[in-house]
């Protein structure tokens, strides 16, 4: 059974510090990975999509890597700004199953 | 113009009622999903269908009845509603380009049930 944790569950730091959020996966057969970002009240938004042939993925100040074989995903997010402040969530979509299996989730809040 | 909408986008009710969350996607996409997101913020999947057809039902008390009538929708019916049912429901869809390469999925702006 694929069980998706990330950490920190939650994480506050000053403006301008690049930060790095944690995603681990427990069965390595998945079609792709992916980032999303949810504002209090909101719905999902798709951050990066990482597929299982590739190990990273960019997008603006983001960067998300992927290594399957050890089951870990990590966000890179450089220069953060309080605009980042939200919660980010994993997840994965495993072979076999057309379903996303998402993280826990990591509440991040970026002070001015 | 909103890729993934669903009505209504707040819902309280009473204990033991009917309801219906309806959802439209304007993506063409193939696959559409209901997940519950519960009090602790745990997003889990419902359901799946693809083309129309029931892909996935992730152990779903059989309250829970999603219909779609043409692949652009998928509503989500709830019977004898109870006070465990209160959480927030999100619609999303997603295009499978091919055998490993599924799109992402977009999600909706989320229908927030309290069942009281």
């Known amino acids: 059974k694929q069980e998706v944790t990330q950490i920190p569950a939650a994480l506050s730091v000053p403006e301008g510090e690049n930060l790095v959020l944690n995603c681990s996966f427990t069965d390595s057969a998945i079609y792709n990975l992916q980032w999303f970002r949810q504002d209090p009240g909101k719905g999902l938004t798709s951050l990066l999509l990482?597929?299982?042939?590739?190990r990273e993925q960019t997008s603006g100040r983001l960067n998300a890597s992927l290594d399957k074989s050890s089951g870990r995903s990590t966000l890179y997010i450089a220069a953060s700004q309080p605009g980042d402040s939200a919660t980010y969530l994993c997840a994965v979509f495993p072979r076999g199953f057309q379903k996303l299996v998402f993280g826990t989730g990591t509440r991040l809040l970026v002070s001015p | 113009d909103t890729a993934v909408s669903q009505t209504p986008k707040y819902l309280v009710t009473q204990m033991g009622n009917d309801k219906s969350i309806k959802c439209e996607q304007n993506?063409?996409?193939?696959?559409m999903y209901w997940y519950k997101q519960d009090s602790k913020k745990f997003l889990k999947i419902m359901f799946s269908?693809?083309?129309?057809?029931?892909?996935i039902n992730e152990t779903v008390p059989n309250r829970f009845s999603p219909k779609s009538p043409d692949k652009a929708h998928l509503n989500l019916h709830i019977n004898s509603l109870e006070l465990g049912d209160s959480a927030v429901y999100f619609c999303a869809s997603s295009q499978d380009l091919a055998e490993d390469d599924w799109e992402t999925q977009y999600f909706g702006p989320g229908t927030r049930l309290l069942v009281l």
């Open positions: 993506l063409g996409h193939d696959t």
């Open positions: 269908y693809n083309n129309k057809e029931l892909i």
């Open positions: 990482i597929q299982s042939s590739q």
